[in-house]
């Protein structure tokens, strides 16, 4: 049986991911997550004072198109455009489940660029970003104002024991989170629990969910992967435990699909509020 050079592509990616996944475990400490994202977003500051349209904010060449990726199972070696199949998966979700929501929002959001064209396409809508980084919140801001979107976004811990802010309660008819709970490692009832204080209508995640990642190579090197990273553990546990409460019920679980880096395999998860919760 012949291979093909796909798979012995994809075979040396993931022999350089396992090797990565034998170091030093890591901690997803709070410090730590400010300090690598603070400095990553910084530098996106430089780029917005040079984009003349929207159109070239929402894709960026050197940082959006990227090698080693995948769709589903597929591997792919050369570089393809994650960004706008990735807007356009999250366009498809909200209006799949929550088409009659005027008010939506992102929580870790980054620099916002996924609320900026939600934003764009649907003018008749208002948007909100919340992000723990001042720089990503500083940068969202900026690309509102220059071209002209109805969002706004401020600073928003999902870890704080604090209450939530009276300005933010129900704040959004859906919220929507894309690779954001990946930051808070185990700390998922926490993140969920502010985050069910701010949205009338539910929850989208798209995350990368370990426990659901599939039993291939390509799975189980990802997975090892994840653990060393300290990524989003327990999230299935917690959506559980909600449902039970019947604090939320699933709409959707199961794969996100669309160009993604190949360690990781993101999972879709719908949750709605029950009436009168």
């Not at 075979?11 to 997803?28: A, C, M, V």
């Not at 591997?75 to 009659?100: G, W």
């Not at 559980?240 to 395999?265: E, N, S, T, W």
Request: charge should be neutral; hydrophobic fraction near 35%.
């Amino acid at each position: 049986m012949s291979v093909s050079k796909s798979d012995l592509n994809e075979l040396e990616f993931l022999k350089e991911l396992n090797q990565w996944s034998e170091g030093k475990p890591l901690s997803r400490v709070q410090n730590q997550v400010l300090s690598e994202y603070e400095s990553g977003w910084a530098e996106w500051e430089e780029y917005l004072l040079g984009c003349k349209t929207l159109q070239e904010w929402l894709y960026r060449q050197d940082t959006d198109c990227e090698p080693n990726t995948r769709i589903a199972e597929q591997y792919y070696a050369e570089p393809q455009n994650t960004m706008t199949p990735k807007l356009r998966f999250i366009e498809s979700v909200l209006n799949k489940y929550f088409p009659s929501a005027q008010r939506v929002g992102e929580a870790g959001c980054g620099i916002g660029r996924n609320i900026h064209y939600l934003s764009d396409r649907y003018p008749q809508k208002s948007f909100c970003g919340l992000e723990l980084t001042t720089s990503g919140v500083k940068i969202a801001n900026a690309a509102s104002k220059k071209f002209h979107l109805n969002a706004q976004f401020q600073q928003f811990d999902m870890l704080s024991r604090q209450n939530v802010s009276q300005e933010l309660l129900g704040s959004a008819d859906v919220l929507f989170t894309c690779f954001a709970l990946e930051q808070v490692s185990s700390n998922t009832e926490v993140a969920m629990e502010r985050l069910l204080r701010i949205t009338k209508q539910g929850l989208i995640h798209i995350e990368p969910v370990m426990e659901l990642y599939p039993p291939t190579l390509g799975g189980t090197v990802s997975a090892k992967m994840h653990k060393r990273a300290d990524y989003l553990k327990d999230f299935v546990a917690t959506v559980c435990k909600l449902v039970q409460h019947r604090r939320v019920v699933i709409d959707y679980m199961g794969p996100a699909v669309f160009p993604i880096h190949a360690a990781h395999y993101p999972t879709l998860i719908v949750l709605r509020l029950p009436p009168g919760n």
